[in-house]
């Protein structure tokens, strides 16, 4: 039982590592053996499934560290959305009447959209942080269920607020704990959501952390994004915002802290002497015009996400990569690898085993592209190839938890009445949107 690519060139990112005319055989959700001629070796094994990669390039799939499926019927929004002019306009007005007009029908259609998106664009694994205040309890399980039928491995959770009321964030706590403890699955995880530590008061962000200690999964939060709110945190309760989530103990390796556009020097001290995650989105702080931070990539500890633009991580790297040496001539292509790799040790933090690598043993999330190099490719320049030369376009065949979900192109079910539905549900949403006032 199993999956046989032949005659494949193997090209991992990071560490740069090519291949030329090799077999991989794939057995379960792992990868099991990588040599030539494998067919031979394996006459005694039933082999399910055997892929000619002939002219192709097989690579680890690619994981988007921060996103909102929730926001994926908001392409196109036309809607009454009055000018913003600072960030807490574009919540206020935008994103906080979004999610209040989704419900589960409209969630769900996001969600398909999302995981048809990501794995169209070789992306293997999200880490999703989804907020519908008026569709609160199941959310997560709906989301899951988008997730298990596309077949794309995801870390999913709540993000709890004040913004709603008590209710609303009790509701908010209940569903991250609820999920993590009781609906979980193989490809599926949980984390613990959190909006952002300026609409969560010390009260609530005492219950999320005790979520974070009960569970031992990590908190999933803004922080920063805007510099409103080290301003706002420093006033409030004389703490930087990283200070006060150190303060309650939801500080460690679990931990996703997302943006960090105006994190403080000592905040980022604290990021790496408790080993937390930093997730960079540039297209989105790009598009909110909040400001660069260009040391950002400097941590070893720093990953890519796209806070909502779709999942395509070949666009996010060539933004993060453009943005970068527009502050910086010392930034080259490896750097960003190095970044968007370190998304597979996030997921080995929550999954266990190991992620990205091109190596027996590793978990089978894999891409193959469809890309005949016009020049040279090769250890020492494959970073290069992945800025300047590829792109999503060149995606044909994907494989995640050794599963093949995208075959050449093609999803092995009928995406038509998706995306009809999809188109349904954001006409309602948008006219819901109308309704409510910012
Ligand atoms: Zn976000």
Not at 30 to 44: H, M, P, V
Not at 92 to 112: E, F, I, T, V, Y
Not at 190 to 204: K, N, Q, R, W, Y
Not at 398 to 407: A, K, P
Request: glycine share 10%; hydrophobic share 40%.
């Amino acid at each position: 039982m199993g999956i046989l690519i032949e005659n494949a060139t193997m090209v991992q990112f990071h560490p740069a590592k090519v291949v030329r005319g090799t077999d991989m055989y794939i057995e379960k959700n792992r990868i099991e053996k990588i040599g030539t001629e494998l067919k031979a070796s394996l006459k005694d094994i039933k082999v399910d499934r055997i892929i000619d990669a002939q002219g192709k390039i097989l690579t680890p799939g690619m994981v988007c560290s921060h996103n909102h499926f929730y926001s994926a019927l908001a392409r196109g929004i036309v809607a009454d959305i009055p000018p913003s002019y600072d960030f807490v306009g574009v919540l206020q007005n935008l994103w906080w009447r979004l999610d209040r007009a989704l419900d589960r029908a409209s969630l769900h259609a996001s969600g398909m959209v999302g995981a048809l998106d990501a794995l169209r664009a070789g992306t293997t694994a999200v880490i999703d942080h989804n907020a519908s205040p008026s569709f609160i309890r199941g959310s997560l399980g709906n989301l899951k269920g988008a997730f298990e039928q596309c077949g794309l491995r995801g870390i999913l959770c709540y993000e709890v607020t004040d913004r709603n009321g008590v209710e609303g964030r009790d509701e908010g706590i209940e569903e991250n704990r609820e999920f993590i403890t009781g609906q979980e699955s193989d490809t599926v995880l949980g984390a613990v959501g959190a909006h952002a530590p300026f609409t969560l008061s010390d009260e609530s962000l005492e219950m999320v952390a005790e979520v974070v200690s009960g569970t031992g999964r990590g908190i999933h939060v803004h922080v920063s994004e805007d510099r409103y709110e080290p301003s706002f945190s420093h006033h409030q309760y004389s703490l930087s915002p990283l200070e006060r989530l150190e303060h309650f103990g939801m500080l460690d390796e679990k931990s996703l802290i997302i943006h960090g556009v105006h994190l403080l020097q000592k905040e980022q001290d604290l990021l790496c002497k408790h080993g937390s995650f930093l997730v960079h989105n540039p297209r989105s702080n790009m598009n909110n015009a909040v400001g660069y931070n260009a040391r950002l990539i400097d941590l070893s500890n720093t990953a890519i996400g796209t806070d909502g633009i779709g999942s395509d991580m070949f666009e996010e790297a060539k933004c993060a990569f453009f943005r970068s040496r527009e502050e910086r001539r010392d930034i080259w292509p490896d750097h960003i690898m190095y970044l968007l790799d370190n998304g597979n040790r996030i997921l080995e933090r929550y999954f266990g085993g190991t992620f990205g690598r091109l190596e027996p043993g590793c978990t089978a999330d894999l891409v193959l592209l469809d890309y005949d190099p016009p020049t040279p490719l090769g250890d020492d320049n494959a970073a290069g190839h992945f800025i300047f030369g590829l792109s999503a376009r060149y995606v044909d065949t994907v494989i995640v938890n050794g599963r093949v979900v995208l075959d050449e192109g093609r999803f092995p079910f009928d995406t038509e009445p998706i995306y009809r539905e999809a188109r349904e549900q954001a006409a309602r949403l948008w006219s819901r949107m109308n309704e409510i006032k910012p």
